[in-house]
């Protein structure tokens, strides 16, 4: 049975660098693609990607599998998240609140796509994925971040809530306005 992320990090604060390994590799596309989302440049994504997990490993002493003042089991990645949230509002407010846009990558450069494909259907998911990423931008940076959470970390409202020290009907709230935007601005809402 492989272990749980909470029994993990436990480990890791104890002192077992395996642990730490198997958390970084479970947890490291995700969190890297919410900062990089969540900020405007591949650099500043990366910088602040390696903060935050040096944050982690400065705070491991500190780690509880329960949410501060809730007395409840939160799972490792309301923790993490939480962390990466913090970093990015430091960062937010030393720049201002510029967002990103998602850069989008050509599937003819992609290694899986078969060798023979139609440049109109390249053309036309590349198109979605820009107008995709301009909306995703152009979101209020807390719908923004709640959205990202929910989808790059598979949190719920209430995890959500935890991270970022709102209330779980907030995070429902900015959510549900999330994706109903990104809906709208992709023509199906």
């Known amino acids: 049975m492989q ?39 591949r650099a500043v994504a990366e910088e602040l990607y390696q903060e935050i997990w040096m944050r982690v490993i400065e705070a491991r002493g500190r780690y509880e599998v329960s949410a501060p003042g809730a007395g409840q089991p939160a799972k490792f990645s309301t923790w993490l998240y939480t962390i990466a949230h913090n970093r990015l509002v430091d960062h937010w407010r030393k720049r201002g609140l510029q967002l990103v846009a ?24 590349k198109q979605g994925l820009e107008l ?5 931008a152009e979101l209020p940076p807390a719908q923004r971040e ?14 959500i809530a ?5 209330n ?4 429902k709230s900015r959510l549900r306005y999330a994706v109903s935007k990104l809906k709208q601005a992709m023509g199906g809402g």
Do not use: C, N, W
Not at 132 to 136: N, P
Not at 162 to 166: D, E, P, V
Not at 168 to 171: F, H, K, L, P, V
């Open 132 to 136: 995709f990423a301009r909306a995703l």
């Open 162 to 166: 935890l991270a970022t020290g709102s």
């Open 3 to 41: 272990a749980g992320d909470e029994q993990l990090m436990l480990a890791y604060r104890e002192g077992d660098a395996g642990a730490f390994e198997e958390i970084y590799r479970r947890h490291k596309g995700g969190l890297f693609r919410f900062v990089l989302r969540s900020v405007r440049e």
């Open 146 to 159: 709640a959205f990202l959470m929910h989808q790059e970390a598979d949190m719920s409202a209430a995890e």
């Open 102 to 125: 998602l850069d989008a990558q050509d599937p003819a450069a992609d290694p899986s796509a078969p060798m023979e494909y139609e440049p109109q259907r390249i053309a036309e998911a």
């Open 168 to 171: 779980e009907e907030a995070a």
